[in-house]
Structures are given as structure tokens and as C-alpha cells.
């Protein structure tokens, strides 16, 4: 029944391995996007896509790429990972721009990695 | 660069207690401020929202308050209770074609004490 789903919960890997993080929406939205909460908590978002396109694209090293295979799903790869990737990691949905008011983004429960 | 400023960091209150934290923006292209609640080891969800041409918001026991001349806002949480003790963050809407991407103030720690 979870809106935003995320796997896994937790990764836990060492320096310079490939990981990756899978979300899924079932809320029939067309817009996602990928946070970044670090130990501060602070939040960034890093992506967005709309529709598969990929309309915001924060600055975020090349070793980050997302890819989204339809408008459900929107995963994160991350090559080489380093240190200081260990973070939280939040996919999120919403309504396509022009649907509403504010379009409220649903967040998911989150990916903790940790980079060994 | 910090384009939402929140404070204060942490903050204790007594169940019954008005709970109150404050915001700060820079970017007046900003055209949607939410406040997002977030529990131990689950994501932010949205608490409430107001748009920058009203000045106040009420739902149930949260109420934003917004100046637009001063480019603050703030939440008032009246009546807090323990269940309330999370982490509160604002956050400022920018809208630009098709993406609508939200930055966030540092958050603050709410503990509500029985």
C-alpha cells in the first residue's frame, strides 16, 4: 500500500563498488526526484524527472545517474562510490506542473548508505 | 548558499505549549512555501502549505504565517503534545517551465515534553 517505495532500505558497501536504489510510485504521478539528506539532516534535491524527461539536474557529481524506465519508477546508480555519499537518500512523486495548486511531493521511507 | 534560513536548530516545549519556528527567504521568485514533517526513519511529509499572496494558513493546530515584505515565515504549532516531537523543515517552492524544485530550511528538532 506504500505510496513511494524505495529498496533497499539500507546499503551498506565499501569505497569505489557501483550500487544502485530503486523507487516506484503507485500514486499515478508524473513527476519524481531524488533527495539527499546528509548526517545534518539537511535535504537537497538532486534530480528531477517529468514524464521520463529529466528537467532539474542539481549539482551532483557524474557518478551519480538516474533513470527512469516510465513514469513509475525513477532508480539512482551511483558509480565509485566515496565516503562522503554516505547519506539518506529520498525518491519522492508528484502531480505534473498545471494539475494543482501546490503540487505536494510524497516522499518515500528512505535508502541509508553507507560507504565503508 | 542558504536561500532558506530556519531557526532555531532544536527547540523543547511543554505538552500545551505554542510551538514556534522561523524562516527566512531570499529568492523572491519563490511562489509556494510548505512545511514538511519528518519522524525517526521515515521521509518528510507535508504538513502544510501557503501561497505567498496570504497571509496566514490554520489547519487544525498548525498555523503558517507569512511576510511578504520581510520575506519570513513561521509555523505556530498551538497545543503541542508529544506526539508532535519531530523534525520540522520549511521549504520554498521555485516554479520554472515544467520543473517545480523545492529548497529547504536545516530543519529543527521539536522535542514536546509530557
Known amino acids: 500500500d506504500t505510496a513511494v517505495s524505495q529498496t533497499p532500505k539500507y546499503l551498506v558497501t565499501q569505497m569505489g563498488n557501483d550500487k544502485s536504489i530503486k523507487c516506484e510510485q503507485n500514486?499515478?504521478?508524473?513527476?519524481m526526484y531524488w533527495y539527499k539528506q546528509d548526517s545534518k539532516k539537511f535535504l537537497k534535491i538532486m534530480f528531477s524527472?517529468?514524464?521520463?524527461?529529466?528537467?532539474i539536474n542539481e549539482t551532483v557529481p557524474n557518478r551519480f545517474s538516474p533513470k527512469s524506465p516510465d513514469k513509475a519508477h525513477l532508480n539512482l546508480h551511483i558509480n565509485s562510490l566515496e565516503l562522503g555519499d554516505s547519506a539518506v537518500y529520498f525518491c519522492?512523486?508528484?502531480?505534473?506542473?498545471?494539475?494543482?495548486?501546490?503540487?505536494?511531493?510524497?516522499f518515500g521511507p528512505g535508502t541509508r548508505l553507507t560507504v565503508l | 548558499q542558504q536561500q532558506v534560513k530556519q531557526s532555531p536548530q532544536s527547540l523543547i516545549v511543554q505538552k500545551g505549549g505554542i510551538s514556534i519556528i522561523n524562516c527566512a527567504y531570499e529568492?523572491?521568485?519563490?511562489?509556494?512555501f510548505p512545511w514538511y514533517q519528518q519522524f525517526p526513519g521515515k521521509g518528510p511529509a507535508l504538513l502544510i502549505a501557503i501561497r505567498p499572496d496570504v497571509s496566514e494558513k490554520k489547519e487544525g493546530r498548525f498555523t503558517i504565517s507569512f511576510n511578504k515584505s520581510a520575506k519570513q515565515f513561521s509555523l505556530h504549532i498551538m497545543d503541542s503534545q508529544p506526539g508532535d516531537s519531530a523534525t520540522y523543515f520549511c521549504?520554498?517552492?521555485?516554479?520554472?517551465?515544467?520543473?517545480?524544485?523545492?529548497?529547504f530550511g536545516s530543519g529543527t528538532q521539536l522535542t514536546v515534553l509530557p
Open positions: 521549504a520554498a517552492l521555485i516554479s520554472s517551465g515544467s520543473a517545480r524544485q523545492l529548497t
Open positions: 519522492a512523486s508528484s502531480q505534473g506542473p498545471g494539475t494543482s495548486d501546490y503540487n505536494e511531493q510524497f
Open positions: 524527472y517529468n514524464n521520463k524527461e529529466l528537467i
Open positions: 529568492n523572491t521568485a519563490f511562489d509556494y
Open positions: 500514486l499515478g504521478h508524473d513527476t
